[in-house]
């Protein structure tokens, strides 16, 4: 069975101040590694897909990177837009289209 | 593109009644997916379609059905509301087995 843990569950940071969330995966063989974002009371965000070890995709102040057995969402000088929840799946080969989700790391990022 | 539209936003619902969530997508998707989000716990696929006339159950269907005739649309039908089923539910969609795009939610309460 498919698992995605995320940590920590909630992270404060002061605006400026970098640092990176976690997430852990199990799966029988990856198909992709996909991070979004959530606002509340809004539906998620797409981020990023990660499909194999060792790639790294940027998007302002986010970078997500990938090992075989977690990812990393680095957030570089956050702003206080930034403060939001960030969820993690993970999709696996096979014959269907299902993902996994963590419960989600909820950054709030202070000015 | 509207991308996914679901409705409605909000609904009060009494134990017993029924109703249907409404879901379209623009993008010409083959797969279609409907998701429950608890406060504190990840995204929980309820039952999914990879085209029309094909659906299939996810992690939790109990207590829900769909179909889908189209390709844009994939109603869930609640039937026989309990307060358990209380929740966020979101829509998604892709292409094939990339990445899914979900709408904006609908916020249920059963009372």
């Known amino acids: 069975e498919d698992q995605v843990t995320q940590s920590p569950e909630a992270l404060r940071l002061q605006e400026g101040e970098s640092s990176s969330l976690n997430c852990s995966y199990t799966?029988?063989?990856?198909?992709?590694l996909f991070w979004y974002r959530q606002d509340p009371g809004k539906g998620p965000e797409f981020l990023f897909t990660l499909y194999s070890a060792g790639e790294e995709k940027e998007k302002e102040r986010l970078k997500a990177t990938l090992t075989k057995k977690e990812s990393f969402l680095h957030i570089t000088a956050p702003k206080p837009e930034d403060s939001a929840t960030y969820l993690c799946?993970?999709?696996?080969?096979?014959?269907?289209?299902?993902?996994?989700f963590g419960k989600g790391i909820t950054l709030s990022v202070r000015p | 593109n509207a991308g996914v539209t679901q409705t409605p936003k909000f609904r009060i619902l009494k134990i017993g009644q029924s109703m249907t969530l409404q879901c379209t997508q623009d993008m010409n998707h083959n797969y279609m997916y409907w998701y429950r989000q608890d406060p504190g716990m990840g995204l929980k696929l309820i039952y999914y379609s990879v085209g029309a006339g094909i659906t299939d159950k996810g992690e939790v269907p109990n207590g829900y059905n769909v179909s889908r005739s189209t390709t844009e649309d994939f109603p869930l039908r609640l039937e026989l509301a309990a307060p358990s089923q209380t929740s966020v539910y979101f829509c998604?969609?892709?292409?094939?087995?990339?990445?899914?795009?979900f709408g904006p939610g609908t916020r249920l309460l059963v009372l």
């Open positions: 799966v029988s063989g990856l198909r992709g």
């Open positions: 998604a969609s892709s292409y094939r087995q990339e990445t899914q795009y």
């Open positions: 799946a993970v999709g696996s080969t096979g014959a269907n289209s299902k993902l996994t």
